[in-house]
């Protein structure tokens, strides 16, 4: 039987050192990094890490960054902050209630970090027409950070806008974010970005006087513009939550979707497809830039406020980072049954494996510490926001214990399930298990993180072995419910 191997196979994962990555970065979130802003209750994170300025876009809130009130901290008008998104932050920072962020160029997103600009620190992340590709870790911090709560605000732009000559426009840009991504790929927001250059158009809004973008305290929203831009096909098979709410003239259902709004995990997203409408006409000398947020033939500034409101859980539920006002049942693990094999989590060299020398509870892939029979220290870690207003949190997980070892007494093999802070300290032991532990078959164990509510922290599975006779610790099909 496997408990009788004194030697183990494994297969080479390419994560050696990793195993306490997610550790270090693991976020403290009891203050807000700027004192001033204390009072504001949505924080938005406007990216310019993926060439948002690029050729001529401009698509920044102020060339002061991260923070846009080193330019001016009364802004009363779209000059008073350089950009041309400027006329977009100047009226959020007006009605009191935001604080507004960039993330410069030359930065990473992360989420779970200890950076000011860490996903966690905010409830909104704005990517207007990215055109770089995001890297894999970046797309990792941003799919947990809506699954967590966050609010994503995707903006496109049309087939062919490849602004830096990198090979890559918006559209395939957050296309690969939806598609290829170690959390969720199978279609997580229920659409997918066309691949077209509509040249010109003003797409018209349903008829839905309860819907939140469309009628929210920024006005009423009764047309959007097209110049030079792209849409949405909508695909609630995959995603019941996907919501059309501006369509390209002709187009309805599930096609020609201009503006859509979805669901993922216990956030919220919403598309444009187009740069235009979000564009003020102002921006750094040189760009050649056009006025449609001001465009009489259409409502941009009421869409973006709105959808920017809503994102960020105004008045409703939602509220990214882990501070939501309501909670959405939902499972916060990703890769939580090892299916995709060694993403999301942080382990030691050949922990997560499919190997046939011990048997996964479900599928292929399962996570195997120890069983070498000499001294050895593997680990399994995951960062995981609980947010703030669910009053369960439940984790759980498969356990299969086989040994080698004979003793009836003594604990030479160990595993420890723990809780750990942004510093890495250990906030509780949930439970330590060993050789004594050992038998057939998985048992599912499981612990209440309710006490952690509103907080980022790192699960993490040590196991230690002892220099003769293996002990293996497998786990199998993990979960995190809230509700």
Not at 36 to 58: K, P, S, Y
Not at 374 to 399: E, G, K, R
Request: hydrophobic share 35%; proline share 3%; aromatic share 8%.
């Amino acid at each position: 039987m496997p408990g009788s191997r004194r030697f183990r196979r494994r297969l080479t994962t390419g994560l050696a050192g990793l195993g306490l990555l997610v550790t270090a970065a693991a976020l403290q979130v009891t203050t807000d990094a700027t004192p001033a802003h204390a009072a504001t209750t949505h924080r938005v994170l406007f990216d310019n890490a993926h060439a948002e300025t690029a050729g001529n876009a401009d698509w920044i809130i102020s060339t002061s960054q991260p923070d846009p009130l080193g330019q001016n901290s009364s802004p009363t008008s779209e000059t008073s902050w350089t950009g041309a998104l400027s006329s977009w932050g100047v009226a959020l920072q007006k009605t009191g209630s935001y604080s507004l962020k960039t993330l410069p160029s030359g930065s990473s997103l992360s989420y779970g970090g200890s950076t000011a600009t860490d996903l966690a620190n905010f409830d909104t992340l704005v990517l207007p027409e990215p055109n770089t590709l995001f890297t894999t870790a970046e797309k990792t911090a941003i799919m947990n950070f809506v699954k967590n709560g966050g609010g994503l605000f995707m903006i496109s732009d049309h087939t062919g806008a490849d602004r830096n000559s990198d090979g890559y426009d918006a559209l395939e840009i957050l296309n690969d974010l939806m598609t290829n991504n170690s959390v969720d790929s199978t279609d997580p927001f229920g659409f997918s970005i066309d691949t077209l250059d509509v040249g010109s158009d003003y797409p018209t809004a349903i008829s839905d006087s309860s819907d939140a973008v469309l009628n929210g305290s920024f006005g009423k929203v009764t047309k959007s513009l097209i110049a030079d831009g792209t849409t949405a096909t909508l695909k609630p098979a995959d995603n019941s939550s996907v919501k059309g709410l501006v369509y390209r003239t002709g187009y309805s259902g599930n096609t020609g979707a201009f503006f859509a709004t979805s669901t993922f995990g216990s956030g919220r997203v919403a598309f444009w497809g187009d740069s235009s409408p979000i564009d003020d006409g102002t921006g750094q000398s040189g760009n050649t830039l056009y006025d449609g947020w001001n465009d009489t033939g259409a409502t941009n500034a009421a869409l973006a406020l709105n959808a920017t409101a809503w994102l960020a859980g105004t008045g409703t539920s939602g509220g990214g980072g882990g501070g939501g006002t309501t909670c959405t049942a939902s499972q916060l693990l990703g890769n939580n049954g090892f299916e995709s094999g060694n993403t999301v989590w942080s382990a030691s060299s050949g922990v997560i494996t499919n190997s046939s020398s011990e048997a996964a509870r479900t599928g292929s892939y399962k996570a195997w510490l120890d069983g070498y029979g000499t001294a050895t220290t593997d680990t399994l870690s995951q960062s995981v926001t609980i947010p703030a207003a669910c009053t369960t949190a439940a984790l759980s997980f498969y356990l299969h214990i086989d040994t080698a070892e004979t003793t009836t007494s003594t604990a030479y093999d160990t595993l420890k399930v723990q809780v750990l802070n942004s510093s890495g300290t250990v906030l509780s032991t949930l439970a330590t298990y060993s050789n004594l532990n050992a038998a057939s078959g998985y048992t599912q164990r499981s612990f209440s993180l309710a006490s952690y509510a509103g907080q980022t922290v790192t699960l993490k599975f040590t196991g230690v072995e002892g220099s003769t006779l293996q002990t293996s610790f497998v786990l199998d099909d993990t979960a995190l419910n809230v509700s």
